[in-house]
């Protein structure tokens, strides 16, 4: 059985994944930006996570029953990793989702006056 951490991580990876190819659908995994994205947050995760979990004085600290164990780089537990993808993913999932609507929203908007100006032809 997978520690407690490392099975959570893995579910909601999971999760997100699936809810944005089946649900959502806003369309981010096909966008580079959202990879670009993803790196930039992955530069401030590894120093900031690296000072929080530090073996040598950790100032969070992590029940070793619960995850693997595996830590990389300075000391960051891999499932901290997994956590960051699927809580930064929904994040821009629904931000791109919500941006998705209105845009079409706005398209649906300015057809509906194109339609109500067009000349109305003579019967």
């Not at 029953?65 to 901290?80: A, K, T, Y």
Request: aromatic share 10%; charged share 15%.
């Amino acid at each position: 059985m997978l520690p407690e951490y490392t099975l959570l991580t893995v579910i909601g990876i999971i999760v997100v994944v699936l809810v944005e190819l089946l649900v959502v659908r806003s369309g981010i995994f096909r966008r580079p930006a959202y990879w670009l994205a993803l790196l930039i947050c992955l530069g401030f995760q590894v120093p900031v996570d690296g000072w929080l979990t530090k073996l040598s004085n950790p100032i969070v600290l992590y029940h070793p029953d619960q995850m693997l164990g595996l830590r990389f780089p300075w000391d960051i537990p891999v499932e901290d990793f997994g956590f960051g993808f699927a809580m930064i993913t929904t994040t821009l999932m629904v931000w791109q989702a919500l941006k998705n609507r209105q845009t079409q929203m706005n398209q649906n908007k300015k057809q509906q006056t194109n339609e109500a100006e067009a000349p109305h032809e003579a019967q």
